[in-house]
């Protein structure tokens, strides 16, 4: 069934972005009827053709206003676009919403940039790499409140997460939570590739990795004990303090090998074939030469996957054999190190810095609600007692990205992970165990339930504008505030690890949160 059954107008949408997570979202377009995909733009005319061709013009050349060389080439041509139409002109119909699916560090500078366009709005996550840039996105989009905005904080949306959420939240099949231990492992080779080797390895280029892979994670937790349950109009359950520990445990020289001696390269390395992480082995062999270009090996050269499918498996392995050669040694400039990935470097050998182990803990006290004061102290703190939540980003693991976790509450205890959730009762001595539908796609249906309801938010609003904050709360689940809570409380869990210190949550947003988002004269 449409999306849009009642209303003629398919939405029309870009795409900023044409890598991995653009096409994500593309393809989750392309599932949901109502939308289609319209335009995209991307500086690789590569990436852009072909994610066109795929998803918007076929074998066809695009239409004027369908492929951009960048963000700031379509931000011209939609204002061009509608002074034309305020002229009476004829032009094509523009597009109503926008994913922004770019490298962490464009986000503010487009999401600020497009932000008088008043456009529908996704960013994948993270919203910034930076505090600051969070909420400069803030301000600039608490002035123009008439569409919609979403982070791609997929977790909210996978039918096994939201069945989680109402068991716990709703349905209290624990009874009041006391304790959350929640892990994300992030898988051996994913890291490396990842974290080690890709774009998101060193910390002053990109970000912690705690916000670069974990930052919906946090979010998760915060929607499970610090948002209210669907249709209350409680305000947020604030934790009490934050604290973190971690470091670059493995992923570094001293752990090298003796047998590898001086090599960099996996290619030319003596223990390439007993390394674990050996390059040929990950990207080749586990991959490639089962016939799987697609992700990681596209992340290495995106012509592979083509090569592959019009020239054969020689031309493929040769081409990704170039890439995994490619080094760089001491004449080779510390910006040209880190302007780009490094796919065949020994992962003890890199320049990355991030955390491969790291613990954030989260405690929040007794907050009974004030207007409930006819009521039984148990009842005004249901939902609202004191409690404690552990997150654990670790990169060593067999499972890639399948979260898993337990929680403990006065009335049983609740095991999880992206497969089934088990409650156990401790009135009855019996366990249930549920088995959620599996949904296809990203994250665990996690891709196409966040566009799903991106869409319907978007139609709700076109509809009627001032519908805007209902359709905010009631399809996306989640507020801008929200969003910069999330987020905040990484970058404050990242000062705590590094300065080992706890934080008291509460003093902190004060200083360097709310005077921000109070400050909006500039805008």
């Known amino acids: 069934m449409s999306l849009l059954s009642d209303q003629p107008r398919v939405l029309r949408l870009l795409i900023i972005g044409a890598g991995a997570r653009g096409n994500a979202y593309a393809q989750a377009v392309k599932n949901c009827t109502g939308a289609t995909v319209y335009a995209v733009a991307d500086p690789l005319q590569q990436k852009r053709d072909a994610l066109g061709r795929k998803y918007i013009w076929g074998d066809d050349r695009p239409l004027a206003g ?11 041509y939609e204002i061009e676009r509608r002074e034309k139409k305020r002229l009476s002109e ?46 400069s996105i ?23 997460n939201i069945l989680l959420r109402k068991l716990l939240v709703e349905d209290c099949v624990v009874g009041e939570i006391l304790s959350i231990e929640h892990t994300e492992p992030v898988g051996w080779w994913h890291f490396s590739h990842s974290y080690v080797r890709g774009n998101w390895r060193k910390e002053s280029v990109t970000a ?71 390059a040929k082995k990950i990207y080749h062999e586990k991959f490639l030469a089962s016939g799987n270009a697609g992700w990681p090996v596209h992340i ?23 890439r995994l050669l490619e080094d760089y040694d001491h004449t080779t400039s510390t910006a040209e190190i880190g302007r780009r990935p490094w796919f065949g470097r020994c992962v003890y050998e890199s320049d990355n810095d991030v955390c ?22 148990a009842e005004r703190l249901k939902g609202r007692g004191a409690k404690t939540a552990t ?26 992970d992206g497969m089934m959730i088990r409650v156990y009762d401790f009135a009855t001595s019996k366990a249930l165990v549920h088995y959620p539908h599996q949904a296809g796609g990203g994250h665990g249906g996690g891709d ?11 139609e709700a609003t076109e509809r009627d504008r001032s519908r805007r904050d209902e359709a905010q709360k009631e399809h996306i689940g989640c507020t801008l505030e929200d969003i910069i809570r999330s987020h905040a409380m990484v970058f404050a869990a990242e000062e705590a690890r590094r300065d080992r210190k706890v934080i008291d949550w509460a003093a902190w947003w004060e200083q360097n949160v709310v005077p921000a988002m109070q400050d909006l004269k500039s805008f």
């Open 356 to 377: 491969d182990d790291q613990f954030v803990t989260m405690s929040w006290d007794d907050d009974p609600l004030p207007s409930e004061k006819h009521l039984p102290m």
């Open 66 to 76: 369908q492929s951009f060389d960048g963000w700031k080439a379509f931000r011209e």
């Open 90 to 135: 004829d032009v094509e119909p523009g597009v109503d919403g926008v994913f922004i699916c770019t490298l962490d560090d464009m986000h503010a500078e487009i999401i600020t940039g497009l932000a008088p366009l008043n456009l529908h709005t996704m960013s994948e996550k993270p919203l910034a790499t930076t505090l600051q840039d969070c909420l």
């Open 391 to 416: 997150f654990h980003m670790i990169a060593q693991t067999e499972k890639q990205c399948e979260r898993r976790g337990r929680v403990y509450g006065s009335k049983g205890e609740m095991e999880y």
């Open 300 to 322: 290495v050269d995106p012509e592979i996957e083509d090569l592959l499918q019009h020239q054969g498996m020689d031309s493929a392995a040769g081409r990704l054999r170039t």
């Open 138 to 160: 803030y301000r600039s989009l608490q002035s123009r409140a008439s569409s919609i905005f979403s982070i791609g904080h997929v977790l909210h949306y996978s039918p096994h």
């Open 448 to 458: 196409e339930g966040l566009t799903g309801q991106f869409l319907r938010a978007m």
């Open 208 to 278: 912690p990795s705690l916000l670069t892979k974990s930052c919906h994670d946090i979010d998760f937790l915060l929607w499970l004990l610090c948002s209210p349950p669907p249709g209350s109009n409680n305000p947020p359950h604030i934790p009490k303090e934050v604290s973190s520990t971690g470091s670059l445990k493995y992923f570094k020289r001293s752990r090298k090998p003796e047998l590898a001696g001086n090599a960099t390269n996996c290619l030319s390395c003596p223990a390439e074939s007993v390394c674990t992480y050996s």
